[in-house]
């Protein structure tokens, strides 16, 4: 099916913005896994790579962990259509390459509707609080991309290619 042929899931029969109907689905396990970048100058991602850098605001990547995990937890109150998931699990991993810091955020639920949102709201919001907390330092950082992937469950699944 191309494109062309699909609908949008979360506009009803009169083009007014809906929530999907969820009601006849049926449970399944799911799991989303979403990526954020953010790039720092070399002065900054020294600072942080040589040891947790604390700022006032606490340790910069495990509170941004914490904020990335509440984002999650949160998205069915910031993302319109979203429905409210209790999370079964949400986990982040970080990576250096250079100077650039890779969070990876994976939300699992056992329910009617997938956690590609929750994923994704999670790494954006870590990525924000790592800008939030080192902005002080330099305003050059950068959060390069943010996006999806993997998931599974549901209808259809789907693992990018690197």
Same mark, same amino acid.
């Given at each position: 099916?191309?494109?062309?042929?699909?609908e949008?899931?979360?506009?009803?029969?009169?083009?007014?913005?809906?929530?999907?109907?969820?009601?006849?689905?049926?449970?399944?396990?799911?799991?989303?896994?979403?990526?954020?970048?953010?790039?720092?100058?070399?002065?900054?991602m020294?600072l942080?790579k040589?040891?947790?850098?604390?700022?006032?605001?606490?340790?910069?990547?495990?509170?941004?962990?914490?904020?990335?995990?509440?984002?999650?937890?949160?998205t069915?109150?910031?993302?319109?259509?979203?429905h409210?998931?209790?999370?079964?699990?949400?986990?982040?991993? +970080?990576?250096?390459?250079?100077?650039? &810091? $890779? @969070?990876?955020?994976?939300t #699992?639920?056992e %329910?009617?509707?997938? !956690?590609?949102m929750?994923?994704l +709201?999670?790494?954006?919001?870590?990525? &924000? $609080? @790592?800008?939030?907390?080192? #902005?002080?330092? %330099?305003?050059?950082? !950068?959060?390069?991309?943010?996006?999806?992937?993997?998931?599974?469950?549901?209808?259809?699944?789907?693992?990018?290619?690197?």
């Amino acid at each position: 099916m191309n494109i062309k042929e699909k609908e949008l899931s979360h506009v009803n029969k009169e083009g007014q913005a809906a929530m999907v109907d969820v009601g006849e689905k049926k449970v399944t396990r799911r799991m989303a896994s979403a990526r954020a970048i953010v790039v720092l100058p070399q002065e900054v991602m020294s600072l942080l790579k040589d040891g947790e850098l604390w700022g006032k605001k606490g340790p910069v990547i495990q509170t941004a962990i914490i904020a990335g995990t509440m984002g999650a937890k949160r998205t069915g109150e910031l993302i319109p259509m979203c429905h409210p998931l209790g999370l079964e699990s949400c986990s982040f991993d +970080t990576e250096w390459k250079g100077n650039e &810091l $890779t @969070i990876q955020c994976t939300t #699992k639920i056992e %329910s009617k509707t997938g !956690v590609e949102m929750e994923a994704l +709201t999670g790494a954006s919001v870590a990525a &924000l $609080t @790592i800008y939030d907390m080192c #902005k002080a330092l %330099s305003h050059d950082i !950068v959060i390069k991309e943010i996006k999806l992937l993997e998931k599974r469950g549901g209808k259809s699944d789907f693992k990018r290619e690197a």
